[in-house]
């Protein structure tokens, strides 16, 4: 059996992401373990482990650097190696340590006191404090609306508590922890960032406290990382990462065979049998958590999108009109899966459709769902056209960067032509198809999304704010039902709940199809087997990878545990305290601004009493001299005019009873 066939036939059993989609988590052997570098085959050349340098090769660059704008996936992977998560997200959904590693809760649940990992840095060598947190925190739910902006729409107030302490407050009491799956950014770099700025900032070379930092700026063919030494995760076990960019999946390949990068990231499927039969070369596939899909233009206002597609019926009508397992075999053969919902089966929130409520293929049910949408051939050119009776042509726009794409939008096209439905397909670069999406100046397109371990992430595209400037909306989709349904789930406190809104949600967005998901697919990653020994599971990518789980059991107030590593000093975790603790950490804060409060106030009191007897005596003497000087002007009135003294008669008069 060759290596891609078992690949094949592991996948379905291959178990879910642990955490977060974390990116360039290079090389699990073991929790952060050294990989076996040359030396550990006879053949291989011995490499001086005091200067390794892991290079990986791309055939994609990230949209930015910016941890607030990217979106691609390489984009979103760098940012999660360059940035610490505040609290990622477990597979479950459930919050996990990350820069925050321990938390507390108030009796009623709305106050949360996270504290800080400490010793953490900052890749310029500032210390992370709870000043970057609450201005990350303050900048995101103050300012334009982010990717990261519905994960603070519970929370209303957010303080300090200390160095390495913040309190979050939240709207409704919650028995967990508010997931924060946002990158902390640092205070001293982004406070100069105006608001309406964001979307502008490059952010090159970025400043950030995670695993890696940046060596060097994004502009051409190569990004050098190097792992921080002492970061709470583990050493990386090399010196280097060196990521490259190519113009072309051919020369990711050829590069990967000439040994001038040992991992080849994100393998198109057309290109697995070359790689697997060079010598020294290796294939993998990672669990399918990404999908690709048919994206329609569902009601864009500035755009020039077909008013067609905006009804549900005819975008009901293409999904049932594509053979997805076709399209699935021909670019993937017998990898991925079937797609359906837009949570992967790899996620155990995945949820089918309901039964009956299938759009799978039926060209016979397409065409007359086309018929009742008032599209008909009026011309006799064996192509609908639109109800007004001009001709109706759907622009299909497919990714030059991918022939994947290209060639599921030729077969697109062919199965939409069978249901009267004329097609030009185009293949653009990502630049000039991502700057069409914006513009809403498209009708169809293929791409898809990453949804690693967060399915929050991936519903929250379809809801109406996404739509507005600097969302996320690919699609405008934008419907009252589903905007009610998503406010539920994000409002819920129960996990029974979201889990079941989360279902429905999963199946309103499926039912109005603003995407048809075609197909799930794995991420194929291809690396030189004479460089270093991968990991023996292969359901761990090489990189772009999941982290491997924190292994130290914490205790919370509420009889919760989660999973958290040891604390930053490697002695014992420190435990979450409980309530009666917390309480007395709050009154003693409260109870040091009291005595402060106090003693300012007695000084101010003495300042006061100081000044006011001042005062008085300026006054007191002031009046003295008043007084004076009415005695004198009084006393001139009588006395000698020439002297001014008085005058005494030399013989007074007698009293006259005398």
């Known amino acids: 059996m060759t290596v891609l066939e078992s690949l094949s036939s592991s996948l379905g059993s291959v178990r879910h992401p642990r955490e977060t ?77 990350g820069l925050i590693y321990k938390w507390t809760r108030s009796n009623d649940g709305r106050l949360w006191l996270m504290d800080i990992r400490p010793g953490a840095r900052w890749s310029d060598g500032a210390a992370v404090t709870a000043r970057d947190v609450i201005h ?11 990717q990261f902006s519905r994960w603070l729409d519970g929370i209303t107030r957010v303080d300090r508590f200390g160095r390495l302490r913040v309190g979050i407050r939240l709207e409704k009491p919650a028995d967990t922890p508010p997931p924060l799956p946002i990158p902390a950014l640092p205070r001293h770099v982004w406070q100069s960032v105006k608001p309406d700025d964001v979307s502008r900032f490059l952010n090159d070379p970025p400043v950030g406290s995670g695993v890696f930092a940046s060596e060097s700026a994004s502009e051409g063919d190569t990004l050098v990382l190097t792992p921080q030494r002492k970061h709470w995760r583990g050493p990386a076990g090399f010196d280097s990462l060196e990521l490259t960019f190519f113009d072309s ?41 990404a999908f690709v899909s048919l994206g329609m233009n569902t009601g864009s206002t500035e755009g020039n999108g077909s008013v067609v597609i905006r009804r549900a019926r005819a975008r009901r009508a293409i999904a049932l009109a594509l053979d997805r397992e076709e399209l699935r075999s021909a670019v993937l053969n017998s990898f991925g899966q079937v797609g359906s919902t837009i949570v992967p089966p790899s996620l155990p929130q995945h949820a089918e459709p309901e039964l009956g409520d ?25 192509y609908r056209d639109s109800p007004s009776g001009a001709p109706l042509t759907l622009r299909l726009y497919t990714r030059a960067a991918v022939p994947e794409t290209e060639r ?41 999304w990453d949804v690693a371990n967060d399915p929050s992430f991936i519903v929250s595209v ?4 996404e739509t507005r400037a600097g969302g996320l909306s690919d699609t405008y989709f934008c419907d009252d039902q589903y905007d009610r349904l998503h406010e539920s789930y994000t409002s819920s406190t129960s996990r029974t709940k979201r889990g079941e809104l989360l279902t429905r949600l999963q199946r309103r967005a499926y039912d109005r199809a603003p995407y048809v998901v075609l197909y799930y697919r794995p991420v194929f990653q291809a690396f030189r087997a004479d460089r270093f020994t991968a990991p023996s599971d292969t ?51 409260l109870l040091w601004r009291l005595l402060a409060a106090a003693v300012i106030g007695t000084i101010g009191i003495l300042i006061l009493y100081r000044i006011g007897k001042f005062t ?14 009415a005695h004198e002007e009084a006393d001139a009135q009588v006395g000698d005019e020439d002297t001014g003294e008085i005058a005494i008669p030399a013989n007074p008069p007698s009293d006259p009873d005398e």
């Open 21 to 97: 989609l974390l990116l360039l988590a290079i090389l699990l052997a073991a929790a952060t373990a050294a990989p076996a570098l040359a030396g550990s085959t006879e053949q291989a050349p011995v490499v001086d482990r005091s200067e390794t340098t892991l290079r990986v090769g791309a055939a994609s660059r990230p949209d930015s650097l910016n941890p607030l704008v990217a979106s691609n996936r390489l984009g979103r992977a760098l940012t999660t190696v360059l940035y610490d998560e505040l609290l990622p997200l477990s597979a479950s959904g459930e919050p996990l340590p």
């Open 616 to 629: 008085f005596k300026r006054r007191q003497a002031r009046r003295v001299r008043k007084a004076e000087s």
């Open 462 to 465: 379809l809801t109406c704010p």
């Open 539 to 589: 359901s761990i990518p090489l990189v772009f990878a999941t982290v491997p789980d924190p292994a130290v059991s914490i205790e919370f107030a509420d009889d919760q545990t989660t999973d958290a590593p040891p604390n930053a000093s490697g002695g014992n975790p420190t435990e979450a305290s409980g309530t009666d603790d917390l309480l007395e950490e709050v009154s003693s804060s």
């Open 408 to 448: 599921v939008g030729e077969l697109i096209a062919a199965m939409l032509g069978s249901v009267k439905l004329r097609v030009n397909t185009t293949a653009l670069t990502d630049r000039e198809l991502s700057r069409r999406i914006r513009r809403g100046r498209y009708d169809l397109f293929v791409w898809g």
């Open 358 to 382: 299938e759009l799978t293929f039926d060209p016979e049910r397409a065409r007359e769902l086309l018929d009742l949408a008032d599209l008909h051939d009026q011309d006799g050119d064996g």
């Open 136 to 146: 990350t925190l303050r900048r995101i739910q103050n300012g334009p609306r982010t």
């Open 249 to 289: 999946q051919t020369e990711m390949a050829a590069a990967l065979e000439a040994g001038a990068i040992d991992v080849a990231d994100d393998v198109a499927p057309e290109l697995l049998p070359r790689l697997e039969e060079a010598p020294g070369i290796e294939v993998r596939a990672s669990p399918a958590s």
